[in-house]
Each structure stands twice: as C-alpha cells, then as structure tokens.
C-alpha cells in the first residue's frame, strides 16, 4: 500500500499539471512554458512506472496512449449529428430570420418565466436573440463524458455512426480528460491545426516527397485518420468547444459557451450575443476584416438562436438545425489562365466542357479545372483558350468559370468550337431538349451512340450506386477497373463475377475480393423502384421508378405497358412516357433484363395489404419540412396506403402537406383552393 505522503503527491502533481494545461492550452498563458509542464510530467510519469496501480484512466500521462490500431472502430452517436444551412448574403440571413420567426408564431412556446405566463398563439417572441460564433474550418468532434471522464471521442461521420478517436483526441491538450465537474454530458467542438504548425508540417512533407496538405482542415482531417497516436500529438492539435447536446444543456447558448469554459474546454473568445439582424451584420463585418488575425481558418460565422426554448421550438429539417445557419464569407475568387477545354461525357450522353487551368489557389485548395456548364455559357461569357479568366468557389461546390479578362488579350487566345461528334466515340452529337425546358431553349449536346463507353461507364456507376442496387465497394475506380479489364461489359455481368475473378487484379486482396463478391450476392435482392431506377432510363428518376412500381405493380406490367397506359401513371407527361416505353421496346434492353434476372437478381414483390388502401385514389404533395418524420418517410407512409405523390400542385391535387418553412407549392394551393393539411392533420389521415 502506498504511504500516504505519496498519494498526496501524485494528487497534487495531477492537479498541477492539469491547471498548467489549462493555463497554457485554454487560457493562453504566455508564463506557462513548455519546460515547466514537461518537468512535472516527467515527475509523474516515474512515480507511475515504479507503481502502475496507482494510473487511473485521468492521468495527465494517459494522454500519450502508444497503442498503434489496426482501424477504427464505429461509434453510433447518441445524439444525431447535423451540418448547418449555409447563407452567403445578407438576404439569405434576412429571409432565415424571417423564416423562424414566422415558424415560431405558428408554434405554441411555453414559457414560465415570461410575465405574461403563456406566449399567445400566432405572436411572433419579443425576446428572441442569437449568438453569432466563429465557423472554423476544421473537424467536428463529439466528446462523450461519464461522471466527468472523457469516454469516448468519435467523428461526425454520417450523422448517425461515427468512427472513434479517441486515443488521437486524448493527445490533445485542449481537450480536458477530465472535467471540472462530475456531470455526465456530450460536448461538440472543431479539432484546427493552427496556420503555422501547418507550414512546418509542409516543410517535412516536402523534404520527405509527400504531397503538402492544401489547408489546415485537411491536414487536421488527415492527422485525425491518422491509426498512430504519436504522429498526432506531434502536429500539437487544438479543439475549441462550441456545444453541449446532451439534455442537461443551460437554457441559452451563451450561457453554455461560459458552462463550457467553466468545465475546462477551450472556446472562442471572439462570440457576441446579438439582439437583431443589424447587429449580427455588423458582428459578420467585424469579423470579416480580421479573419488573418485568428490563429485558425474561419470561413464565416454561425448564427444560432440564443434561447434552448425557441431551438427546441423550431427543431430540425431533415439536414440541419432550423434555428441556426452558417453565414458564409463570399466565395473566394481568383485569376488564372485557361490552357484547354475539354469535354466530359455523362450516364445520359450529355456533353460538358471542363476548362484546364493553370493553378489557382481558392478558399485553401489548388484548383487546376472548373466548370463551363455547356457550350452556351461558354458563348455568353465569350470564353477562349488563353484567356484570362475569373474563377469562383463558393464552400465545396465545383469551381466555375464567372468571367473574362478580355482586356488582358493578346491576339494568340483560340475559338473554341461547339463539338460535331463524341469525344470518346466519335459518334454525332446533337441537341436535345432538356426534360422541363421550353422548346428552341435547349442547352444540352448528346452522344447519339447508345454504345459510347462513357455513357456505358457512367451507366454502370449509376446502375450499382446507394439509390439502385447499391453494391458497398464497387465504387467507380472498381468499375472503370473491371470494364477496362473487359471482365463486364454490361450490368448483367457483375452478377457473374467470382472472387476469382477480382483477385489478381489491382486494389484486390482475398479478404476485399471475397468482401465484394459477398456485397454483390446480397445487392441481388432489391425492390421493382430500385430496379427500375437503375437501368438509367432517360427522365426516369427515384421518384418517377417509384410511381411506376406503385401504378403496374410488377416488371412485366410495365415492359409490356403502352404510352397511353404510361401517361396514366401521376405525373408521367407524353415525354417521359415515351422515353420509358422506347427504352422497354429496345432488343438491347430487353436482353439486359432479361440477363440480370437470369443471373440471379430478384425483385421484392409489393407487399401492400389492399385492406389498408385508405389513402387510394388520393394524390399528395408535400412542401416543408416535417416534425415528426423526413418526407421521404411521409412519402413512403403515403405509398403504403395507397396513395399518389406529385411533385407540382394543380386542381387534381387532393392535399398539400405543410411542413415548416413551406415554399411556393403552399402559395399555389391556397390560390387553387387545394387542401391543405398541417402536421398534425397529416398524422391522424395516416394512421391505421
């Protein structure tokens, strides 16, 4: 037993060494200096060693954890994860506000602090303010603490399921292993790699031949994947918290920022609690002009409604949080050369031209391509090879191409031609009206050749992606493999293929061979809308395949359906009719059916008990977001009962569905006289 002298000790030693990395990591100390950490550490650490009973799971030491995984494991969250709304104007902000604060009047907020006991139905809250903070770029953590002992710490992930990371959190000394209170909580918070451990980082990578790191959320991403702790702690990471999304959260954003920082973590400094959008404006401005000056990336702020109560209120959309949005900085642009244009082709035989430039950098990473869209645009902004050219990226959406240089001329900049033929076939091309615009209006070039190998390409990425057979592993480098191998030529033949086929190719191994063939086996089984979806028909989507499934029931009814019973179909016009019954009259497409059901693919029979038909002959169009369920569920519910979906309002409507934040399709049935149902009416017509 240890001699209480002792015990003592290595308490305060703890607690020493704890308040030092508090100082330094969350405060900022400049007294604190690294040798003065370190010389307790080490102090620490030989008392340890000579007793190893005495390390529990909060020791200072238990930070440096030197087990290298073989992979991470999956952590299911135990709250959902979401991203924000992203708004680049002011306007954008004006009409959120507008939005919630509309949402808000229609909601019943209780409230027992308020004088006047109850807020009255449809007033709008008087007392509604936000807090505006810092958007880092960085990495979302969720932090997970039992008793105030950090349990474990796990990416975003999907939102749902993230991976664990928690040996690489703990070499963060931003991070608080142990909280000042005993409480039991989940903590988010963004994991930054400062700009100048970034630029020393580079250094090696560059000495070492290894490809730089584009931007410190890169290199933070990458260093958290990273299976070996040590090279974690090298990169000296920080994560400054931002939230608690467990139930015992303070009833105010602001007053969890300051619960955060009493509890231990590291958080901005630089949040301000706004009464109105003129002050959130003014905050965003401020921050704007010293963005540099801030030891981390930021790309905006994020406006979140200050009180828990109205949050609770306006809940959630299906991808984010209703009461805050991420107001953008505005895209980044930049100059650059234009050296070539090419052309991309797609699933549909759709022409693309794609500019190759000389490097530019925009929001931290080097862009080389950019978008032209089609060959009008490239008319309208009178683009030339050799030209120089503005480049815009907003967030992570793709480069684009927004305007000329023409002055920066010098005579040697080319024409670029509207193409004659394919690019990877050779075959002609042609204009073709885009399914939703007005004649002569047509923008789009397509490969005439049904056989091109990029639209067989494409057609094949399509046919097994998460919406239509949805084959985990066989992404599109694994099918540009296999086609290019000639081991498929066409999606019938991926039932075919054995381990045995897959092994002595590239990016194969036994263990991922025998993983995909196993991933193809159970894709056999599938529904009669996936199906449809995935033979890439033309103007046949998710939507479309599945009005189709619920109308004929079966594969055979709808091969063998004419145009006139297609038109039947809600929603199917003379055009999309007439593209699904060509491509059903097609020898070619026909064989292709035939083979993939000859190969073992099975389509689920609808399994709908027709007592249960209540909402038959009845069609619905959902505008909003719902409370209670996503729309795709609602839709789903609605499908099982029998009912129709659409997608436009008009008199032959029976109900709209109003959500929160509804757009024009509300307006449109208001003026039709369409019913409309709310939530709640909603609920009580599906219910069996």
């Known amino acids: 037993m240890l001699e209480n002298n002792l015990q003592t000790k290595i308490q305060k030693l703890r607690a020493q060494i704890d308040e030092l990395r508090y100082r330094y990591h969350v405060l900022n100390d400049p007294e604190v200096t690294d040798a003065m950490y370190e010389g307790l550490m080490d102090e620490l650490r030989k008392i340890e060693e000579q007793y190893p009973e005495v390390i529990t799971p909060d020791s200072p030491t238990q930070r440096v954890a030197g087990k290298v995984l073989e992979k991470f494991e999956k952590v299911v969250h135990q709250v959902p994860q979401w991203s924000f709304n992203d708004a680049f104007d002011e306007e954008a902000v004006v009409d959120w506000g507008e939005r919630i604060m509309n949402y808000l009047s229609r909601q019943e907020v209780r409230d027992s602090d308020r004088a006047s006991g109850e807020k009255e139905h449809g007033a709008r809250p008087k007392d509604l303010d936000y807090v505006c903070e810092l958007k880092i770029d960085g990495l979302h953590m969720v932090l997970t603490y039992e008793k105030g002992l950090l349990k474990t710490a796990a990416t975003r992930g999907d939102g749902k399921v993230g991976e664990n990371v928690t040996n690489n959190i703990k070499t963060i000394y931003s991070v608080p292993i142990k909280l000042n209170e005993e409480v039991d909580l989940i903590a988010e918070g963004e994991v930054w790699l400062g700009s100048e451990m970034l630029k020393k980082i580079n250094v090696e990578r560059k000495k070492d031949g290894v490809a730089l790191f584009a931007n410190p959320r890169n290199a933070a991403a990458g260093t958290i994947r990273q299976l070996d702790p040590s090279v974690v702690r090298a990169r000296k990471l920080s994560l400054t918290a ?164 023409d002055k920066m001329r010098d005579g040697s900049e080319k024409n ?119 033979l890439g028909i033309h103007h046949v989507g998710e939507e479309t395949a599945l009005r189709l499934a619920k109308h004929f029931g079966n594969l055979d009814n709808i091969m063998a359906a004419s145009l006139e019973e297609l038109q039947q179909v809600n929603d199917i016009g003379p055009r999309v009719a007439e593209s699904i019954y060509n491509w059903f009259k097609g020898e070619e497409n026909i064989k292709l059916v035939e083979s993939l059901l000859a190969n073992g693919v099975k389509i689920k029979s609808l399994s709908i008990q027709t007592g249960q038909q209540k909402l038959a002959g009845l069609t619905f169009v959902l505008t909003g977001s719902l409370e209670s369920m996503s729309r795709d569920e609602a839709k789903e519910k609605i499908r099982e009962l029998g009912g129709e979906i659409s997608e436009s309002v008009s008199k032959k409507t029976s109900y709209v569905v109003v959500g929160a934040e509804p757009g024009s399709k509300f307006d449109k049935a208001q003026d039709l006289g369409v019913k409309i149902l709310k939530e709640e009416g909603f609920l009580k017509l599906i219910k069996v």
């Not at 003014?282 to 109560?309: C, H, L, M, T």
């Not at 805050?324 to 759709?350: D, H, L, N, S, W």
């Not at 022409?351 to 950019?370: F, Q, R």
């Not at 092994?503 to 036994?510: M, N």
Request: glycine share 6%; aromatic share 8%.
């Open 242 to 405: 931002y939230d608690i999304s467990s139930t015992n959260a303070p009833e105010t954003q602001a007053e969890e920022l300051v619960k955060l920082r009493q509890l231990g973590f590291l958080t901005a400094n630089d949040w301000r609690l706004c009464k109105n959008l003129g002050e959130i404006f003014a905050f965003y401005k401020e921050i704007q002009k010293k963005r540099d000056s801030f030891p981390f990336w930021i790309d905006g702020i994020v406006i979140k409604v200050n009180q828990k109560k109205y949050q609770d209120a306006l809940g959630f959309t299906g991808k984010a949080p209703r009461w805050a949005i991420a107001f953008k900085f505005p895209a980044e642009q930049g100059t650059t050369k234009i050296k070539e244009v090419y052309v991309q082709v797609g699933r549909t035989g759709a022409l693309t031209p794609v500019a190759l430039m000389e490097p530019v950098k925009l929001a931290g990473t080097t862009v080389t391509h950019a978008t032209l869209h089609n060959f009008d645009e490239i008319k309208r902004l009178g683009v030339k090879v050799g030209d120089t050219v503005v480049v815009e990226k907003a967030g992570d959406i793709i480069p684009k191409v927004v305007r000329v240089l």
């Open 416 to 534: 670029i031609p509207e193409p004659k033929i394919c690019p990877i076939c050779h075959s002609p091309v042609l204009r073709r009206e885009v399914l939703g615009k007005k004649q002569n209006k047509s923008v789009a070039l397509f490969c005439t050749n049904s056989k091109c190998y990029a639209k067989e390409l494409e057609n094949l990425i399509h046919f097994v992606s998460k919406n239509a057979f949805d084959v985990d592993g066989l992404g599109e480098a694994i099918v540009e493999q296999l086609v290019d191998e000639g081991i498929i030529k066409n999606a019938a033949d991926i039932f075919t293929l054995t381990q045995g086929d897959l092994e002595p190719l590239d990016r194969f191994a036994e263990k991922s061979a025998e993983n995909l063939i196993l991933a193809i086996e159970k894709s056999k089984d599938t529904t009669l809308s996936r199906f449809i979806y995935a």
